[in-house]
């Protein structure tokens, strides 16, 4: 067979990407490759949120030129946000690049290598998918690797929000939902594959249903019904928009106990007027009712968020508001981000008038009240047992496994002499905290599978 390289970039919509071109790229006799000098085809499946995602980007294909030269007949291709925003523009800067395509086309992928030896020039391929119903095919066939421990389903694809400073409407188009039973048929193959958790993606996973399905269900139903799937030991889901986060979804959480006790739900700034500004379409009161609604539920629920600090024209005080609701909030973990105009996006017509030095400045003192509340939260664990799903080989030079606590907390832990393997749960004694992650060592047998 011949091989494949693939990189990627960016959230877990990408990672799914990627996992997706590498199914299809294994039925068309290519297997995946870990080393670059030994791929036939390198792709690098992009992100375009943050400016400096772009340039770690140009500077890996920089990298990678060499190898082009090397050997002319290997074939780059530039998948994802990046190459749907900047298309041709990409192949004007980098000509050594075969094609460029963006997140609406992976499944052409085939089609498009097989094209590119009857071409003299490079492909460019960015247009959006006209079918109205978001399908992902069912392949068959043998699979390139195992699902591991745990899933991504993609149910939606796309966003119809329209945030000022966000580029997804842009790059990966209007909202669309899969049909249930495709989602469905999926998440049982994947559990009978052996996934023990599935996550439910989306850039705004909570809006399910409400455009473009031919047999429509809202979110909260898909839940239940995802959670009827006979093995499935845990589901997640993410990422979630306050604006469509129900009272029938923060009842699930009471309702599944096989709904993890976690949720990203970003809220981007604690300012009226900003969150105004940014169109989120929500307060910052509205979004603490939405936490305490939640708290109330489920007391134990951990959450995260995203953050953006330097939005234009963001004023001392306003970014004030920003660390009082992170303190009101107590976030388990965040995504932080000082603010870059992104092209395209209504804030990029905005005076970018909070300077660097300002922007620099907010983001580490953002930083350091999640990392304070981080380990204050993560000191709560020490000297308790959490039950962890093993997901591979630990990262930490004492550790020798690693996994997720139920609140998604990285777990590292040592076997104690135990029989482990990824897909196992079992129960870990936490004996320090690093950041977000839990280190410990096993102290009961795996739990039944």
Not at 138 to 162: E, M, Q, R, T, Y
Not at 211 to 233: D, K, M, N, S
């Amino acid at each position: 067979m011949k091989q494949v390289y693939l990189d990627t970039f960016g959230c877990q919509m990408n990672v799914a990407d990627t996992d997706r071109m590498e199914l299809l790229l294994f039925h068309s006799g290519y297997a995946r490759t870990t080393d670059r000098e030994e791929a036939d085809l390198i792709v690098v499946n992009t992100c375009s949120i943050r400016e400096k995602a772009e340039h770690k980007i140009y500077s890996l294909f920089g990298e990678l030129r060499p190898l082009k030269e090397r050997n002319p007949d290997l074939l780059f291709g530039l998948t994802g946000c990046m190459a749907q925003q900047e298309g041709e523009r990409l192949v004007r800067r980098m000509p050594f690049i075969d094609f460029v395509m963006g997140p609406d086309n992976i499944e052409t992928l085939p089609q498009a290598l097989a094209e590119i030896g009857h071409r003299s020039g490079p492909l460019v391929w960015t247009g959006f998918d006209a079918n109205k119903q978001y399908s992902i095919p069912d392949l068959g066939g043998p699979l390139p690797k195992h699902p591991g421990a745990s899933a991504f389903v993609n149910i939606i694809k796309g966003c119809d929000k329209f945030c000022s400073f966000c580029v997804v409407p842009n790059t990966r188009g209007r909202e669309k939902s899969r049909e249930p039973g495709e989602i469905l048929n999926e998440a049982r193959q994947l559990v009978d594959r052996g996934a023990k958790e599935i996550i439910l993606l989306g850039q705004n996973v909570n809006a399910y249903g409400k455009r473009e399905a031919l047999c429509p269900i809202p979110f909260h139903e898909l839940l239940y019904r995802v959670a009827e799937t006979p093995g499935l030991r845990r589901l997640r889901f993410t990422t979630s928009h306050p604006r469509d986060f129900t009272p029938e979804l923060v009842r699930a959480y009471r309702d599944l106990d096989i709904l993890m006790n976690h949720l990203h739900l970003p809220v981007q700034s604690g300012n009226d007027r900003i969150l105004e500004a940014m169109r989120r379409g929500h307060s910052a009161e509205e979004y603490l009712d939405l936490i305490d609604s939640l708290r109330e539920q489920v007391p134990e629920i951990a959450l995260s968020t995203d953050i953006i600090v330097g939005f234009p024209g963001e004023t001392d005080r306003e970014f004030e508001d920003t660390l009082r609701l992170m303190e009101r909030v107590r976030f388990d973990s965040g995504f932080l981000f000082q603010y870059s105009p992104r092209p395209g996006t209504p804030a990029a017509d905005l005076p970018d008038d909070v300077p660097e030095t300002v922007k620099k400045d907010r983001l580490q003192r953002t930083l350091a009240v999640q990392n304070r509340v981080m380990e204050e939260k993560g000191m709560a664990y020490l000297g308790r047992e959490v039950e962890v799903l093993i997901e591979g080989r630990g990262s930490k030079r004492e550790a020798d496994w690693k996994g997720r606590n139920p609140a998604y907390w990285t777990v590292q832990f040592k076997a104690g002499g135990m029989e482990l393997q990824p897909g196992d749960f079992t129960a870990v004694q936490v004996e320090a905290v690093s950041g977000h992650s839990l280190i410990g060592r096993a102290v009961a047998p795996a739990l039944a599978s």
